[in-house]
């Protein structure tokens, strides 16, 4: 599993030693956990509370149970949000590592170093703000429980094809333009889709105008693609971690020299 090897990795590195990451074992590790997170949460609510299975805040919305209900009340929920700390990280670190190598890829320009830096961030961003699904109970707000989640969906997606699309064609893998569009298709239904069943959403009248099966499409494609998408990926370097100790504002490494910049600022100089 690539969440246990990374931190085997990170425990047992020698340190002041170089250091070898591949940014696509951090999303893979962060799929691993989203896995067992779901597993585990399943079953144990099919154990201590089945009844939420049968009837709940979100099946009432959109006609059927979304893979997320299984974790959305106790007992499942205290061990499923904090595998979703994990799953953040994970993420969050995949992001920030596939920007820094394509802003240090010769072969990227920086308006495709702009692009995918904005869409990892607010993909970043979108993975925290996910984890209001555990602190907002369905029962509480199913909107707000449920959009925390949605938003997810759209912005994952974008981020995905920015760094996608500022990869050259050739490191592309065969049948993965097809999949993008796929992809977004899922991501969008599902997007829609949920957008619309919750807005006119009524207790007097049920589920909006969309068949449940409609929706359940589009979800459940969605988490398909998810699964599929990281042998999608355009292929792609590893990152090489270099340490040394350096001077700063406060301290002076013995041996460095000062460039004339900092010599200046020493000094007062301007």
């Not at 993008?180 to 949920?194: E, N, W």
């Not at 957008?195 to 909006?208: A, D, N, R």
Request: hydrophobic share 45%; aromatic share 16%.
């Amino acid at each position: 599993m690539k969440f246990a090897s990374i931190i085997l990795k990170r425990a047992s590195a020698a340190p002041g030693k170089s250091m070898i990451l591949n940014p696509e074992d951090y999303a893979a590790a962060g799929g691993e956990l989203l896995v067992i997170a779901m597993v585990l949460s399943w079953v144990l609510t099919y154990i201590y509370d089945y009844d939420i299975i049968k009837d709940n805040q979100l099946k009432r919305r959109v006609g059927y149970n979304n893979l997320c209900v299984g974790w959305d009340m106790a007992p499942a929920k205290y061990f499923a949000g904090p595998i979703f700390v994990g799953i953040v990280f994970f993420e969050s670190r995949f992001m920030q590592l596939s920007y820094q190598r394509a802003a240090i890829d010769p072969s990227s320009n920086r308006n495709e170093d702009r692009i995918v830096m904005i869409t990892n961030f607010f993909s970043t961003l979108s993975w925290m703000v996910c984890i209001l699904i555990f602190v907002v109970s369905p029962v509480e707000n199913a909107t707000l429980h449920t959009f925390s989640f949605v938003q997810l969906v759209v912005f994952g997606y974008f981020a995905y094809l920015a760094n996608f699309i500022t990869t050259d064609v050739k490191y592309h893998p065969r049948g993965s333009h097809v999949f993008c569009v796929i992809f977004g298709f899922f991501s969008c239904m599902f997007g829609f889709c949920a957008v619309v069943q919750f807005l006119m959403y009524s207790e007097e009248t049920g589920p909006g105008p969309i068949p449940w099966w409609v929706t359940a499409i589009g979800d459940y494609g969605w988490f398909v693609c998810l699964g599929v998408q990281g042998y999608m990926r355009p292929r792609a370097p590893s990152l090489r971690l270099d340490f040394a100790l350096t001077s700063d504002d406060d301290f002076q490494v013995l041996g460095e020299r000062k460039t004339a910049v900092e010599s200046g600022r020493a000094s007062g100089s301007p």
